[in-house]
């Protein structure tokens, strides 16, 4: 299942100290249920069904279905906030005005749709797990941010990556160099946590570990659990992880609501199942569906209860 994130520096610091609520906010796919792309009046009445949860949502592409543009005029008219992303693929060029066309087209596509809508932004992230697959190193990646940090100087730039790389010194100089924004950096984990070990073990390991790096930098730095979320019915299992509405209803109520309580910041992977999605090969070698993670169906209706009890 989908576990991932990372914890405040307060919290990992001492939990004990941690008072305030965790900002929950929510993946949102580009597409309708059918695969067609989704229109400025589609992503208001996805913001209209989620308003009663939250105000914040997560974006992946620049340029696929034309997400900033047409996301970003919905934002403004429902109040939302939304976390833009561009792509960045492997690196094979120092030069990175001809490199990765994919992120010259995501960054040109952010350049043309954010000016007028920059309080909507709250957040740009460069980069999904470049460095889980190797696509870059810590200081390659730090430029492609650097670029997008000096164009959009009032909106905090970062990447989202595994909490692993952020353990094991992969990420280090996206905290120790010098740059005119930190990086908001949003933690995800795409392989399941070792038997024996719990989320927050890892969490706070990599939390710790950037606070040893970054040093008098570490207050600048915000971290949050970029995707944890449950497959309902019909999803697919993973080893001792059991697919299901009844399991995602106690994830919700026990983990996200856990979490929130204890000051963690995170987005639910994700708000609507794409029942567009074909299948995929998951870390097992096994066909995963990737239909049902949503917390409301893709006609937009609830699946179970999302109270927190706390």
């Known amino acids: 299942m989908r576990t991932a994130g990372l914890l405040s520096l307060a919290l990992a610091a001492a939990p004990a100290l941690v008072s305030a609520r965790g900002t929950l906010g929510f993946s949102l796919g580009d597409k309708n249920a059918d695969g067609s792309c989704k229109s400025t009046s589609d992503y208001e009445a996805d913001f209209d069904n ?12 620049g340029t696929e279905c034309d997400t900033p543009q047409n996301i970003l005029p919905a934002a403004k008219n429902k109040g939302f906030k939304v976390v833009l992303g561009i792509w960045v693929g492997a690196q094979d060029s120092s030069d990175l005005s001809t490199n990765d066309a994919s992120f010259q087209k995501d960054f040109a596509a952010l350049k043309t749709a ?3 809508y920059e309080d ?18 810590g200081p390659s990646l730090h430029n492609y941010i650097g670029l997008v940090a000096n164009q959009f100087k009032s909106i905090t730039v970062g990447t989202a990556d595994s909490w692993n ?30 038997t024996g070990r719990t989320y927050f073990d890892d969490m706070s390991g990599a939390m710790s570990h950037i606070q040893k790096v970054a040093g008098s930098n570490s207050d600048k730095i ?85 109270t927190c009890p706390y």
């Open 50 to 61: 989620l308003k009663d949860l939250s105000t914040l949502v997560r974006t992946y592409s």
């Open 114 to 116: 954010i000016p007028g």
């Open 120 to 137: 909507q932004v709250e957040a740009i992230t460069v980069g999904s797990e470049t460095l889980y697959r190797g696509d870059q190193t």
């Open 165 to 194: 790389k952020f353990a094991d010194g992969t990420a280090d100089d996206l905290f120790t160099r010098d740059t005119d924004s930190a990086p908001w950096s949003l933690m995800s984990s795409p392989m399941p946590l070792p």
């Open 222 to 306: 915000r971290i949050l659990n970029g995707e944890t979320g449950w497959p309902t019915d019909g999803g697919s299992d993973y080893e001792a992880a059991k697919a299901g509405t009844t399991n995602a209803q106690t994830f919700w109520q026990t983990g996200v609501c856990g979490m929130l309580a204890w000051g963690v910041d995170l987005f639910y992977f994700e708000a609507y199942d794409e029942s567009w999605k074909p299948d995929s090969v998951g870390d097992n070698g096994e066909a995963m569906d990737e239909k049902h993670w949503g917390l409301r169906t893709a006609d937009r209706q609830t699946k179970f209860n999302t």
